[in-house]
């Protein structure tokens, strides 16, 4: 068995392999994406979107008392470990207009998704691009046999670069790269969810302090 294991690892043909895969997804998304889709890797592992939404609900509840003793321009004195919530908490306290806030938040969650969107894109193309450069790698190897049916030596090295490469594709695809963008797409979508929560409860704290009733109310203590 371990013999058996021993000869489905060829190192070369493997690192052939990874470099045609990284060439593809290179040519297909560009350097800066497929750089954060590396470093995305560590997030693979740390992320905890549910223990980020509990700790901004804790934070929004402290940001609504604060906005209530203290006015709205007082939002951003809440610490928080989310560099999200800070920039909005700092926004909301520093915005003159609620809709300038609302568009800003918008803006960075569109903006935030995007940037998801082209990691996605990335471990995407690379579980697209491994089977079919292990197909290729197959076919160079069936060539390789065909051409030497007259050396039976040459004949099992053609074998195994293309019986290899189809299983090194497989692998790559299957077992790596679609299981990590499937991973990463289910970070991505909870992550948005509680910051669009977020922003949903600024807006109606910031609306709450500037409404009408409010301001008449300021006016009349003046």
Not at 133 to 150: E, K, N, R, S
């Amino acid at each position: 068995m371990l013999a058996i294991i021993g000869h489905l690892f060829d190192p070369l043909t493997l690192l052939a392999l990874l470099c045609g895969v990284a060439l593809v997804a290179l040519f297909q998304n560009g350097a800066r994406p497929l750089g954060r889709a590396m470093l995305a890797l560590r997030p693979l592992v740390t992320a905890d979107p549910a223990r980020d939404r509990d700790a901004a609900r804790a934070t929004m509840l402290k940001i609504d008392q604060v906005a209530q003793l203290r006015g709205l321009s007082c939002a951003d004195r809440v610490k928080t470990a989310s560099p999200f919530l800070t920039d909005a908490a700092r926004k909301l306290a520093n915005c003159d207009r609620t809709d300038q806030f609302e568009r800003w938040a918008g803006q960075v969650l569109a903006d935030r998704a995007q940037r998801h969107g082209a990691v996605h894109k990335a471990w995407l193309s690379i579980a697209d691009a491994a089977p079919a450069l292990g197909m290729a790698g197959t076919i160079i190897g069936l060539v390789g046999m065909f051409a030497a049916m007259d050396d039976p030596a040459a004949l099992g090295p053609a074998m195994a670069l293309a019986l290899l490469t189809t299983l090194y594709g497989v692998i790559i695809a299957n077992v790596a790269a679609a299981p990590i963008a499937a991973r990463l797409i289910d970070l991505s979508e909870q992550e948005l969810a509680w910051q669009r929560e977020v922003v949903t409860r600024m807006l109606a704290i910031a609306r709450r302090e500037n409404a009408p009733v409010r301001r008449g109310a300021i006016r009349e203590v003046a």
